[in-house]
Every structure is written in C-alpha cells, then in structure tokens.
C-alpha cells in the first residue's frame, strides 16, 4: 500500500463535472488500496478573477487582505470535492492550509512553508478517510492568511508529499507530461519519460511553464519523486528524479527551452576601469531589477561595451538607470532592445559529452540567425536571438539534437 500526494490544477478542477470526474479518478486509486492526499487548485480563472476584483478597489491592491480573498479560491474546491467523493461512498475531509496548519513566513502574496504539522492528516488517513487540501495557502506564525505566489498549488502538493514521506506526488494537468519542448511550437515534440530534478529547475526556470519552479526546488532537495500526468486521459506521464544512471541511452540534450520574456540592454564605451561592472549594475540591484545575462568585452581603446538582460517589464525603469549611469561615469550610450528572445538547450548529458554548445551554434548558423549573446552552465547552453527567428531556432534545434518524434506510419 502507497502514500500517494495527488494534486490536481485549476483546469482539472475547472467545472462541476470535472471535479466529479476528479473524484472518480481518486476513487479508483483508493480502492486499490492506495492512501491519497489530495491538493487542489482553485478552478481556473478564478485566482485571476478574484485579484481583478480587488484591482477595481485599488491599483496595488494591500498584500495581506489580497491573501484572504484569493485563497478563498481554493477553498471552494476542497469543499466540493469532499462532497463528489462522500457522494460515490468515499469517505474524505477538507482542510484549509491553516487547518492542516501549513505554517509559512509572513511575506503575503509570496509566502515561504516552514513547516507542516502532518498529525491531522495522518490522523485521518489512518481513519481510511482521502484528505483534500487546499494548494497555495497557508498561515503565518500571527494566524494571518497567506499564499505562496502564482502556482503555488504545486509547492504545496510537492510539500506534502515530502513531509508525509510519500511515495510519489503526482502532479495532474492539461498536458501528459513534459516535453522535449513546447508541441505548440515543434509538433515533433516528444513527451519524456523521465527527466532530472536539475533538467527541470532549468526548464522550468527558462520558460517552460508545466511545473511552478519552487515545487521543483522542493521536490529536488526533498527527494520527493515528482510525476506530471494528464488529469483525464490514460498514460505513464514523465518521472522527474534525481538518478542519471540510466540516463546513459538518453539524447544529450533533453530539450528545448525559450522565452520571449527578457530585454537587452547595453552602454558602450564604458572607460575600462577596476569596478565598471558594479557601477553599472549596482544601481540596477539597488532598484531591485534582476539581471539575466551578462556579456562583456574590451575594446582597443580601452573602453568596454557591457549588455545584459532583465524581465521585460524592467526593461524602461532599467534603461532610465542606465542612461543615468552613462552619463555619471562617462561613457557613450545607454541603449535598449525589446526585441530579443532566449533560446536554451537542457541536458545533463552536457557533462560528459564535448562540443554540445557548438553543434547549436551550428544549428543555428546553417539558418543565419544571428546570435546577440550566450551564457552557459553545466547542463545549459543559453542564447539570445532576435526574436523574430525564434520558432525557426527552437525547430532547427530540435531537428539538431535528434530530438525529433519518428514519423508515425502513414505521415
Ligand atoms: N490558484 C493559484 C493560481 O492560480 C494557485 C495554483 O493554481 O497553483 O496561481
Ligand atoms: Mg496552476
């Protein structure tokens, strides 16, 4: 018999019947013998529509009354899912983050979990009751509502799971797994059967949207074997793990990431001085902007051109800065490009194999699309192109890495 963490999103839940159908799905698990948690979104749109609400009141609308409105969310579908699996003979109970007591610091609208008290749920499970709680909410030390940023639901499935020890927390969405890139993009994209905790968190963290990024931080450093599957349709879904051992058969890379997210930005002829970089990007940190990546070069004037890149909806207060620092240390111009997109390749293969980084370059090369920076780490290769070739760069590259599902018979 397993411990089971289901969590099920915002548009598995997203009607009256889906969330039947949900129950449906939780009941066959359970009498198989299994023992489930469930962790639910609240139906889709609603998170969205609730802070529009707010919005009406109020521009910023304050943090901590935010919380209270939006994780009501959530606890409307713990409720009904209760009700949909007492109705079919299922016992089950509901509870709210605070009433599990999920306890989190007090940073509203973006909450931390410190810890879990997992004596109710426990408690319950023994009693042979399902448990459904509701995903991105807790409560702080002060018993003040909180959540856990956009997504949240998945942090919280993830944190379960790890506090209850369970054997698996299976993630339940629109799509059958994850892919070796976006199928709306690449029709060729492939589902993976399995994929690392560190392929993930990079995945996830240059654009590709299937798991909130802290749930696989969590999931990583807890060992908490992760499963993403479709909510109703059949299938193995793809396994994210920490082994690479048998990673040995797998392609290189596993996939393709991109975002068309980020701005670039650039001051030439900087005077090439010990602390330029700090001048330069000190005043952008001080202004709480995050800069993505960073290219620097000198010329032979000794002045040096620096670029680097923020989330685009940075980009103007970061060019008024920068223009600011032109001008305060001398150099020629400060200037900007919305226009850009990043483009990365993802495998943990990279560690072992040489030349990985130049077959994209290649790739990329054969299609003449030019390449305004690069970045690497051990498992990724980043570039930034224009964005208007990107849809050609994520398919050339896909083509590339042999990445690329076989054609079906027929085809
Ligand atoms: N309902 C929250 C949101 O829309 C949390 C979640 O769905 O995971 O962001
Ligand atoms: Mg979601």
Redesign the pocket.
């Known amino acids: 018999m397993a411990l089971i963490v289901q969590k099920f999103?915002?548009t598995s839940v997203g009607t009256v019947e889906r969330i039947e159908q949900v129950a449906e799905k939780v009941k066959k698990f359970r009498e198989a013998g299994d023992d489930i948690v469930v962790v639910v979104?609240?139906m889709s749109g609603?998170?969205?529509r609730l802070i529009g609400l707010a919005k009406q009141i109020m521009d910023q609308p304050i943090p901590r009354e935010l919380d209270v409105m939006?994780s009501t969310?959530?606890q409307v579908t713990i409720a009904l899912l209760s009700m949909a699996l007492i109705k079919r003979g299922v016992p089950a109970v509901s509870y709210t983050g605070n009433q599990v007591r999920i306890l989190t610091d007090s940073s509203h609208t973006k909450a931390r979990i410190l810890s879990i008290d997992d004596a109710n749920i426990r408690a319950d499970l023994k009693a042979g009751r399902v448990v459904v709680v509701a995903?991105?909410q807790g409560v702080d030390e002060h018993g003040n509502i909180t959540t856990l940023g956009?997504?949240?639901?998945?942090t919280t499935g993830v944190a379960l799971a790890a506090a209850l020890k369970a054997d698996e927390c299976q993630i339940y969405t629109d799509v059958d797994g994850v892919y070796t890139t976006d199928p709306r993009v690449v029709p060729q994209a492939q589902r993976l059967d399995k994929i690392t905790f560190e392929e993930m968190l990079e995945m996830a963290s240059l654009g590709s949207k299937v798991l909130?990024i802290r749930s696989v931080e969590f999931a990583g450093k807890y060992n908490v074997p992760l499963r993403v599957l479709h909510s109703f349709q059949e299938g193995p879904g793809t396994l994210i793990t920490l082994d690479e051992e048998e990673s040995m058969e797998q392609p290189i890379i596993s996939g393709i990431a991109f975002n068309r997210d980020e701005a670039k930005l650039t001051i030439r002829g900087v005077p090439d001085t010990p602390g330029v970089a700090f001048k330069i990007l000190g005043p952008i940190s001080a202004a709480n902007i995050e800069v993505d990546m960073i290219v620097q070069n000198v010329a032979h004037d000794n002045t040096t051109d620096f670029t680097f890149t923020v989330h685009r909806n940075d980009y103007q207060a970061a060019l008024e800065i920068l223009k600011q620092t032109a001008t305060s240390i001398g150099a020629r111009e400060a200037t900007g490009d919305t226009n850009i997109a990043k483009v990365s390749i993802v495998g943990v293969g990279m560690r072992s194999h040489a030349g990985v980084a130049s077959r994209m370059f290649e790739a990329l090369a054969k299609e003449t699309i030019n390449i305004q920076m690069i970045s690497t780490s051990e498992i990724k290769v980043s570039v930034v192109i224009e964005e208007k070739y990107l849809e050609l760069a994520v398919r050339a590259l896909h083509t590339a890495f042999e990445l690329d599902a076989p054609a079906r018979q027929g085809e």
Do not use: I, K, L
């Open positions: 999103g915002g979104s609240a609603e998170t969205n939006v969310g959530e995903g991105f956009r997504g949240g639901s998945d909130q």
